[in-house]
């Protein structure tokens, strides 16, 4: 059963910009990267043809809510950590890429555990600060890039990708 299994990327990304970054990442992708089949994991709830299928995943943390956090957080935890090993069951995964946020750390854990490139991109929207997501991955990612050269001071391994 295992052998068998389909060659995929697994794309990691959460609503709003991380979902623009991540379309504009797929459409600038080179054709080398565009001849394994994609396949993503998000916590959007619409259809991109992009994918040849979704699997959705709840948000990391609630931004709003600190009470609601502690609850949002080990549901996430239970929900990222289940659908990652119903993915790495059903494909071979050979690298994951992520636009962020959240949603992306107990895959990327879970992809470097099984010795899965990591990829990650620190948001377009991080100019002077981290992220809470880019901090952990940071640690995780094989490649960590940035987005904003004013970032290398807190990330000073990344490589600067200029602007999705």
């Not at 997501?133 to 290398?152: C, D, P, R, T």
Request: include cysteine.
């Amino acid at each position: 059963m295992l052998k068998n299994r389909p060659e995929v990327i697994l794309m990691v990304y959460g609503k709003g910009g991380h979902a623009a970054q991540m379309t504009r990442f797929i459409n600038g992708a080179p054709e080398e990267l565009k001849s394994i089949p994609f396949i993503a994991l998000t916590d959007v709830k619409s259809k991109d043809n992009n994918f040849i299928r979704q699997f959705y995943c709840i948000e990391a943390r609630d931004k709003f809510s600190h009470i609601k956090n502690i609850i949002t957080f080990f549901l996430y935890i239970f929900w990222s950590l289940s659908q990652t090993i119903r993915i790495m069951l059903k494909y071979r995964v050979v690298s994951m890429i992520s636009t962020g946020p959240g949603v992306a750390v107990v895959p990327g854990i879970i992809c470097r555990l099984f010795n899965i490139k990591v990829i990650y991109f620190e948001s377009w929207s991080r100019v002077f600060t981290p992220s809470l997501a880019g901090k952990v991955m940071y640690h995780v990612a094989n490649l960590f890039f940035i987005q904003h050269e004013s970032l290398k001071k807190h990330y000073p391994k990344s490589r600067f990708f200029g602007r999705l």
